[in-house]
């Protein structure tokens, strides 16, 4: 089956973390050193959200209000888990 840039980029939409999973980001964190404490933005949920904006058109942050903040949180914590 054919798949269009625009379906494959709908399908990463809907679910993040199955394309970008939470243990390979922390893996490339680590590689490089990178510590964090465990907080609401951490490295995961910074990456998914920044993924998630740009997907969206790479808008502007003064324009996430469009999609509540809570809608993307949402998403990437059930991607998450």
């Not at 939409?13 to 939470?22: G, I």
């Not at 980001?25 to 510590?35: L, Q, Y």
């Not at 910074?46 to 969206?56: A, D, R, Y």
């Not at 502007?60 to 991607?79: H, M």
Request: charge should be positive; include cysteine.
């Amino acid at each position: 089956m054919d798949l269009t840039i625009t379906a494959a980029i709908a399908r990463i939409k809907a679910d993040v973390a199955h394309y970008l999973t939470p243990q390979a980001i922390k893996s490339v964190c680590r590689k490089f050193g990178h510590t964090w404490r465990e907080r609401i933005l951490d490295p995961v949920t910074t990456v998914h959200l920044f993924l998630l904006q740009v997907l969206h058109g790479n808008t502007a942050c003064s324009n996430v209000r469009i999609r509540p903040a809570k809608d993307l949180w949402t998403q990437v914590q059930r991607s998450s888990g």
